[in-house]
């Protein structure tokens, strides 16, 4: 009952783990549970919890060593507690995945632990499953909407700080120039003064042009998205020097819905703009692919530093990235290895079939080792 009001994971181990150690007469007891990460890594993390008595040589290290080698002897629905390492580890499972390991070292007065003692650590153990269940999810909601109200407040400083760009950028230039237009076409008094006149119309017609560019490119909305993303790699290219390589993929048929071609742009605009401001690579892949049922597929991909070099603040991008995707009932996905680049993959599936989309990045697709 006690345990069944706790709600944090530091609340669950404070209250538990001593209380095991005294009963058990164990010399130290942990717990270890996954810790999220926003990559994919090639080796176990763990959140460890750690409780250990006076006299104990148990260190903290020893139960992550023992978990980490008896991690891959346990399957989705184990229960039976094993041995590794003089430690006794028990799993915890969400009958999916093993979330982690209940870890005790050796009883103080050497004793072995009794057939007592296991079938008692198992329910416990199934009870902490639970348990950390919970409290991942209370933290992933608390996650969310803690992202959910950062993500609302970037995109009203977004919009603002677009106002307030697109407000200079019309007073510094255009509108300038147009008062410098009207007034030599306003004391022309020949063909030869307005002709002098033309130059500086041209000029302005040029940087309405840029900025409505800026805004959003006529060509997503006249040529569709292949086009669209041409023009923004070019941009992008330019701006940044870099090599971006765009393939386009049986881009034929039917367009689809403007607010996907939008999404997917926008995807790639954002993709961009972070591999400019802080990847440093040399070499960006682009890749969108029309099948033959419909489906389209982003792939973006850099041989940059990955995402350890972002700022927390700017993860607000992907945020942004995904509720994009979400909104058109599209998969955002992403991945990311230090000094190895990124891959973000962004695929929506026509509303007319009944089926969603669950690939995941593949070798020959997405994961394209870029090179510099």
């Not at 020893?62 to 430690?87: Q, W």
């Not at 977004?158 to 009207?182: G, N, T």
């Not at 006249?222 to 941009?235: K, N, Y």
């Not at 700017?314 to 992403?334: H, P």
Request: with cysteine; glycine share 4%; net charge neutral.
């Amino acid at each position: 009952m006690a345990l069944s009001r706790l709600r944090s994971l530091d609340e669950i181990c404070s209250f538990i783990l001593p209380r095991l150690s005294t009963l058990l007469n164990a010399s130290a007891v942990a717990l270890l549970v996954h810790k999220e990460l926003p990559q994919m890594v090639e080796q176990e993390h763990w959140q460890s919890y750690y409780h250990a008595a006076k006299a104990s040589d148990i260190r903290e290290e020893h139960f992550i060593d023992a978990a980490n080698g008896a991690i891959t002897f346990f399957s989705a629905d184990s229960k039976k507690p094993v041995y590794r390492e003089g430690i006794l580890l028990l799993p915890l499972n969400d009958g999916t995945t093993v979330r982690g390991c209940l870890c005790l070292g050796p009883k103080a007065n050497s004793e072995p632990y009794s057939r007592q003692d296991h079938s008692f650590l198992t329910t416990l153990a199934a009870q902490l499953a639970v348990l950390e269940a919970n409290s991942r999810y209370l933290g992933q909601v608390q996650a969310n909407t803690t992202q959910l109200a950062a993500l609302n407040h970037r995109i009203v400083s977004a919009q603002e700080e677009e106002r307030r760009h697109l407000a200079l950028e019309l007073h510094d230039e255009v509108l300038q120039q147009s008062m410098l237009l009207v007034r030599q076409l306003a004391d022309a008094s020949t063909m030869s003064e307005v002709a002098i006149a033309m130059p500086l119309a041209r000029s302005v017609v040029k940087s309405l042009r840029s900025t409505c560019l800026e805004l959003r490119p006529p060509l997503l909305d006249e040529l569709g998205l292949a086009e669209a993303l041409h023009w923004l790699t070019q941009r992008t290219a330019q701006q940044g020097h870099i090599q971006i390589d765009l393939q386009c993929i049986n881009v034929t048929g039917e367009r689809p819905p403007s607010e996907v071609e939008l999404a997917l742009y926008r995807v790639a605009q954002e993709a961009l703009s972070n591999v400019l401001k802080y990847a440093e690579a040399s070499r960006v892949q682009l890749r969108l692919r029309y099948n033959c049922q419909g489906a389209i597929t982003l792939v973006v991909a850099d041989n940059g530093r990955g995402l350890q070099h972002v700022p927390q603040s700017e993860n607000l991008g992907l945020a942004g990235m995904k509720e994009r995707m979400q909104a058109i009932a599209g998969i955002f996905q992403l991945r990311t290895c230090h000094g190895r680049g990124v891959v973000i993959r962004a695929s929506c599936q026509p509303p007319a079939m009944n089926h969603t989309l669950n690939e995941r990045l593949s070798s020959h697709e997405a994961i394209t080792r870029v090179t510099a």
